[in-house]
């Protein structure tokens, strides 16, 4: 199960991170060969984008691991902030979003208490012992909800979307690379600004796709554990 979260939330999104930045560099390179714009050109395009996209598949692994770090700096700073003080879960389970019915919650208090001694915080109540106390609570639902196959595939969504994330602030910095060498040496640099642009959408994207997968991953552990 490690092996497969490693494979399709770690390594998978920071290689198609850097996917753009293959690109780019590719035609950086056969526009550096000064190869005329001939069907001949498409074709050492694509055997020129081969060598490139092993180098960047080779330096996957180092890659990953930045990725990762960046991503949870990136996420700590901003979406989640410090130790998942503001994780859709924590939030669920303060009564700070409207997602648990009244019934709902007493069934879920009442089953946290049995099962581990956490007491649920009052709804609305907001210090920093209630949410230890929501933090510790998700911990423990996870450990209890690790078999859940369709809890595990949102894990990975969100693991993905997290660490594309992070191998996006690499992949821009390897642009902003690009496109100082496209300026200096005169290239064409609607590739660079095309491919900067492209890796902003994506990122923007993905970001928007992470909210919403932490969103389905926060409401089926709640439903997954109380159901367990």
């Not at 915080?121 to 929501?134: A, G, Q, W």
């Not at 639902?141 to 595939?153: A, C, G, H, S």
């Not at 609607?190 to 919403?212: E, V, Y």
Request: glycine letters at 6%.
């Amino acid at each position: 199960m490690q092996n497969k979260y490693l494979k399709f939330a770690r390594f998978y999104p920071t290689i198609s991170a850097m996917a753009i930045p293959a690109v780019v560099a590719t035609t950086m390179c056969v526009e550096a060969g000064s190869i005329p714009d001939t069907a001949w050109s498409i074709a050492v395009k694509l055997l020129t984008f081969a060598p490139i996209a092993s180098i960047f598949v080779a330096l996957g692994f180092w890659f990953t691991e930045i990725a990762r770090f960046l991503s949870l700096i990136i996420m700590e700073r901003t979406r989640f902030k410090s130790s998942g003080r503001n994780m859709p879960t924590t939030k669920i389970l303060m009564g700070l979003r409207p997602n648990l019915s009244q019934s709902l919650r007493i069934k879920l208090s009442e089953k946290l208490f049995l099962e581990s001694g956490i007491e649920l915080p009052k709804v609305d109540s907001i210090n920093d012992e209630s949410m230890n106390i929501c933090i510790n609570a998700t911990g423990f639902m996870r450990e209890k909800t690790r078999d859940n196959v369709i809890l595990t595939q949102y894990n990975y969504d969100f693991g993905f979307c997290r660490n594309y994330i992070g191998g996006s602030v690499v992949a821009v910095i390897i642009l902003l690379l690009l496109l100082s060498v496209a300026i200096f040496y005169h290239f064409t640099l609607w590739w660079s600004i095309g491919g900067l642009l492209l890796q902003s959408i994506m990122t923007w994207f993905f970001w928007r796709a992470l909210c919403i997968a932490g969103d389905q991953y926060a409401n089926h552990l709640i439903y997954a554990y109380i159901s367990k």
